[in-house]
Structure formats: C-alpha cells, structure tokens
C-alpha cells in the first residue's frame, strides 16, 4: 500500500505487504529527518532517522529515504504485520533543537 | 534503561485549578521540549529547554502556561488557571544535543 502526498491521512495495507508511507517537506535547509510512530494511547516512538547527506537508511524491516530535490521522504516497511498499526509522523528540524511534525498517516493493517 | 517518564498520567480538573504536569528527562540528555497534542491542531510545541535555560518559549499559548527546569533532570509544565480549552494530551521528549527527541508517555488533562 502506499499513499501520496500530507493530504491523503489513510492507508490500508495487507498484513504481510509491503508499506509506504510518504512525506513531503517544507524547509530545504533542514538535515534531519525522523519518523516516529505513534500508537493508541501512546506517545510518538523513534523509528528512524536520516541526515541529509544521506539519501537511504535502513533499519529492522524499515528503510527511510530521502529526496532532497523533490523534498520528499518516505517510510517503506516490510512484510507489514498487524503490531505495524498506528499513527506515522516524519519531522524535520527547523532551527536547531526543534522540529516541524507531519500532520500523520494512520496506518490500518488488514489480517 | 528508563526512559522520559512523566506524571500524571491522567489529570482530571475543574476550571480555574492549578494542573502541575511533571517530567523526568533520559539520564544524559539536554534537551527538553514539552508539547501538546490535540486532534485539531495535532502536536504544538510549547517551550524547549538547552542545558536547563529556556530556549523558544514562543509556542506558550498565553501566560497561564509556565515551564521550569529547577535541575538538569526534571521539568515542570504549569497551568494557571486551567480553562477547559487547555484539556489535550501533554507531551515531554528529551535528546542530547541535535540528536533524535524521545518522547515520554504524556499526560491526558481533561479540564471540566
């Protein structure tokens, strides 16, 4: 499943597929990137995160990249199990110490 | 190892009280930052911290809000008074320098 652009909040995906979730930025002069997952009830959890000497990172069954031409990030992960389920925001810095979060994607897995 | 630990973790008012929301930072981290989330407007930082000194403050809706770091390991986020408005779910993250921020459980208020 993948969804496109800060405007479209949802994505379904089958358990077992493969996810993408995708983010576009706003400040071409930021150079760190996070992705947090949020859960019901929870607060926002550290995935990943990307500097923009790079343009990919990978982790445990997720891999950020990063397009600084296009300013644009995603959040692929695999084999999606139902756990996966939950709010996904990426974040950029802004001004030193701070960060500018996405609106999120919700995220549903279907067994 | 712990991580950002906050308290309460519901916080039920009436409006007019006093809220003292708390925060315990990552052992060895500088930074903090408190937030609020609301399905409105989403998460808004309110005022980040650098080695104990306030930094931004600019996110403090008005001067009913307060923050303190009395020592490099502990914060505290005030409300007075509360007005049903302020009700959201209060967030903490610690980092060290320009690093990724952890976030702590939050805080639910609910201010009636």
């Known amino acids: 499943g993948e969804n496109v652009g800060l405007h479209l909040p949802t994505l379904s995906v089958q358990e077992g597929d493969n996810s993408i979730i995708n983010c576009a930025y706003s400040n071409s002069a930021s150079d760190y990137f996070i992705w947090y997952k949020q859960e019901s009830g929870k607060g926002p959890q550290f995935i990943i995160d990307?500097?923009?000497?790079?343009d990919k990172r990978q982790g445990q069954r997720v891999t950020v990249l990063l397009n600084k031409t296009v300013k644009h990030l995603s959040l692929q992960i695999a084999a999606t199990q139902p756990g996966d389920s939950a709010v996904y925001f990426c974040a950029e810095n802004i001004d030193d110490y701070k960060l500018s979060f996405g609106a999120g994607t919700t995220v549903t897995v279907r067994a | 190892d712990a991580g950002v630990i906050q308290s309460p973790r519901h916080e039920v008012t009436e409006m007019g009280q006093e809220v003292t929301l708390r925060c315990k930072l990552i052992?060895?981290?500088?930074?903090l930052f408190w937030y609020r989330q609301t399905m409105m407007r989403g998460l808004e930082l309110l005022i980040y911290f650098n080695n104990n000194v306030p930094i931004d403050d600019s996110g403090m809706p008005e001067d009913r809000f307060s923050a303190k770091m009395p020592n490099a390991s502990f914060s505290t986020l005030k409300i007075q008074p509360s007005e049903p408005r302020d009700s959201a779910v209060y967030f903490c993250?610690?980092?060290?320098?320009?690093?990724?921020?952890?976030f702590g459980p939050g805080t639910r208020l609910t201010v009636l």
């Open positions: 993250a610690s980092s060290f320098a320009e690093q990724a921020q952890f």
């Open positions: 990307i500097r923009s000497n790079m």
């Open positions: 052992s060895g981290h500088n930074s």
